[in-house]
């Protein structure tokens, strides 16, 4: 069993583009990339709009940061984030961001940071326009963000069929490449290493949105690979393999 992520990491919210609903969802996910040394909500806090969030301040530990609209029809909240960002970037005693918006005015904080040598994980709705998904290392739709208790049947009915995964021709070009970069001469690859190709291409890239839980089980789904679970060595986990099938 391996030990506590140690990578540490920064997650700021702008609380006026981001719904309280997700922030359960939002640091469990964050907990699989490292552990967050500052958590802050970025918002009016006097202001009736953020009600929601108020009580996930407090159950998850997460500094408000009052920041008031001075002037109309400019994101005074945005500007905040951008000026705290670099001021924590340059203590230079993180190793990542988590930057939870669905507002393009962060593609170029997003590009700055990954300049600096940290990582940028970017969390938005679905409606995020896609120079801000680019700009990030890896991005999560917060419409994939579930709690355990709502993956149940509603979850399942939602996977998408082999059939229309096939049909997807994007995604299918997306997995196949993938699969035969990272093989070797007789066609196999490390799960791990497909998945690191395939988020470098797609920062996107997620197996929830076709309804699966893991990309292995996505490949499986479409019925085109074969998937092989081997253990290196007395002691160690298990690693997967993948492979195109021959006569697919």
Same mark, same amino acid.
């Given at each position: 069993m391996t030990g506590e992520n140690t990578t540490r990491l920064a997650v700021l919210i702008d609380a006026d583009n981001a719904q309280p609903s997700i922030a359960d969802g939002l640091l469990a996910e964050v907990a699989k990339y490292g552990t967050a040394h500052v958590k802050r909500a970025y918002g009016d806090?006097?202001?009736?709009?953020?009600?929601?969030?108020?009580?996930?301040? !407090?159950?998850?530990? *997460?500094?408000?940061?009052? +920041?008031?609209?001075?002037t109309t029809g400019k994101n005074s909240t945005d500007s905040a984030m951008i000026i705290d960002a670099m001021d924590l970037l340059y203590t230079g005693n993180l190793d990542g961001f988590v930057i939870?918006?669905? $507002?393009?005015?962060? %593609?170029? !904080?997003a590009s700055r940071i990954r300049e600096s040598g940290l990582t940028v994980y970017g969390f938005g +709705?679905?409606?995020? @326009?896609? @120079?801000?998904?680019?700009a990030c290392d890896?991005? *999560?739709?917060?419409?994939? !963000?579930?709690?355990?208790? #709502?993956?149940?049947? %509603?979850?399942?009915?939602?996977? &998408? &069929?082999?059939? +229309? !995964?096939?049909?997807? &021709?994007?995604?299918?070009?997306?997995?196949?490449?993938?699969?035969?970069?990272?093989?070797?001469?007789?066609?196999?690859?490390?799960?791990?290493?497909v998945g690191s190709i395939i988020n470098k291409q797609r920062p996107d890239f997620d197996p929830r949105t076709y309804g699966y839980g893991k990309l292995g089980e996505l490949f499986a789904? %479409?019925?085109?690979? $074969?998937?092989?679970?081997?253990?290196? =060595? #007395? =002691?160690?986990p298990e690693v997967t393999y993948i492979r195109r099938r021959p006569d697919r």
């Open positions: 806090w006097t202001s009736s709009n953020l009600k929601g969030w108020k009580e996930q301040l !407090l159950e998850q530990s *997460i500094q408000p940061i009052q +920041q008031f609209g001075y939870v918006s669905s $507002d393009s005015d962060f %593609t170029r !904080l +709705q679905r409606k995020t @326009p896609s @120079p801000f998904v680019a890896i991005f *999560i739709y917060t419409e994939n !963000l579930t709690s355990t208790t #709502e993956e149940s049947d %509603t979850a399942k009915s939602h996977k &998408t &069929t082999a059939n +229309q !995964l096939k049909g997807d &021709t994007k995604l299918m070009n997306l997995l196949r490449n993938a699969v035969h970069a990272a093989s070797d001469d007789s066609g196999w690859a490390t799960l791990s290493s789904a %479409t019925t085109l690979f $074969d998937l092989e679970g081997r253990r290196p =060595g #007395e =002691g160690k």
